[in-house]
């Protein structure tokens, strides 16, 4: 029997009634974009965050994307963030038009040092994006005094990171706009595509929320240059049923980690670290291991599904050799690109399962 890295189709199962009821509730009642049940759930999201605003956007990438041009940042500008993302992150800095430059990430954090950073500030730098990897926060104190100290805004990809924590701070309150993600397999994820930004600054919010629908505030009158990028009333009503469970499926990946921590005792196996500054909510269990490659494939036939999140580094992209970096310049993104597998981790494994995966682990030689 084979244990799936994830399982969408056994999430929904276990909580068809809930979903099904929040489905028809919208279905009935007739309206499907920019209606009560999305500013419910943007209420609802700001509330946990514990930010004034929600705006609920497109996906992961439009939230970011926006947020830019909430700064009205564009050609000529640079906007920093890591190697070792996703590349949505940066595909939501080039669409504007602005040129991302790059950071390398920590080696027990994976995410943005400050060091770096530091250095790659210039005269052109109108945003830095630290990205809340796997679910853990960067640490975002050092960052701050950099961007506070050349007054540059931050804007946060918390894309893994639903419900982390920083200093006992909600990653959502903390920036001037933080980005989540609703794509499926996130800690709260929707069934299709869906995102937010998080912010308190009403202003920003307002802008925010007419850049998503076309740049207008009354309907037909357009006062700045927007475009479509919202969050429909299906998503955000199934959203408002998902979001009463997060913390208590968050709290499932956090034991579930706690047990690979401690079963998994395998020497060709490091464990990834929970920094002391905050609360990771484990949106994917990182490993690093050594021959990835024949690892992976063991795992594969002893019936584990695993999955390498992310095989190659912004800056190895094919799609972002205009950026002209080389092989050698982020080295702990790439000793990460080379090593890193992700286990199986979603609330719904069972306690077999976890044992399974541990003993799996252990047996590889
Ligand atoms: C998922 C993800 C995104 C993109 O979100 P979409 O909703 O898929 O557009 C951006 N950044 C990170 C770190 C992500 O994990």
New binding site residues.
């Given amino acids: 029997m084979m244990i799936p890295f994830g399982n969408l189709k056994r999430h929904y199962e276990t909580y068809r009634h809930e979903f099904d009821e929040a489905l028809q509730s919208v279905l009935d009642s007739g309206w499907f974009v920019l209606g009560k049940a999305g500013e419910k759930f943007e209420n609802e999201f700001a509330a946990y965050c514990g930010a004034k605003h929600a705006v609920g956007v497109g ?6 994307h926006l947020s830019l041009m909430a700064l009205n940042i564009g050609v000529g500008d640079e906007v920093l963030t890591v190697a070792n ?2 590349v ?2 940066v595909s ?1 800095i080039s669409v504007t038009g602005a040129t991302p430059v790059l950071v390398d990430v920590d080696t027990e954090s994976f995410t943005m040092v400050a060091d770096d950073l530091a250095r790659k500030i210039s005269r052109n730098t109108k945003a830095i994006i630290p ?3 796997y679910g853990q926060a960067a640490d975002l104190d050092p960052i701050f005094d950099i961007a506070n100290l050349h007054g540059i805004p931050v804007v946060e ?1 918390a ?2 990171a639903h419900g982390t924590k920083y200093k006992g701070r909600k990653i959502g309150s903390i920036s001037t706009m933080t ?1 989540f ?3 499926p397999s ?1 800690n709260l994820g929707c069934f299709g ?3 937010c930004i998080t912010t308190s600054d009403d202003t920003i919010a307002e802008r925010l929320r007419m850049l998503r629908n076309y740049g207008q505030r009354e309907r037909y009158y357009h006062s700045i240059k927007g475009f479509n990028s919202r969050l429909d009333e299906i998503q955000a009503a199934l959203l408002s049923a998902k979001l009463k469970h997060l913390d208590h499926w968050n709290e499932r990946r956090r034991s579930i980690a706690r047990y690979y921590r401690e079963n998994i005792t395998s020497t060709l196996v490091q464990h990834p670290r929970e920094m002391e500054y905050g609360d990771h909510i484990f ?1 994917l269990y990182v490993v690093r291991v050594l021959a990835r490659e024949a690892f992976q494939k063991r795992l594969q036939q002893l019936g584990v599904g695993t999955m390498i999140h992310y095989p190659v580094p912004i800056h190895l992209q094919a799609s972002y050799k205009d950026l002209e970096y080389k092989k050698g310049d982020f080295p702990v993104s790439e000793q990460l690109a080379d090593s890193v597998l992700s286990l199986p981790m979603f609330p719904e494994l069972t306690d077999d399962e976890v044992a399974k995966i541990c003993s799996s682990v252990n047996s590889v030689v």
């Fill in positions: 996906s992961g990438t439009e939230a970011i993302t996703c949505p992150t939501a990205v809340h990897m990809d894309a893994q980005c993600s609703f794509y996130k595509d869906g995102g949106h």
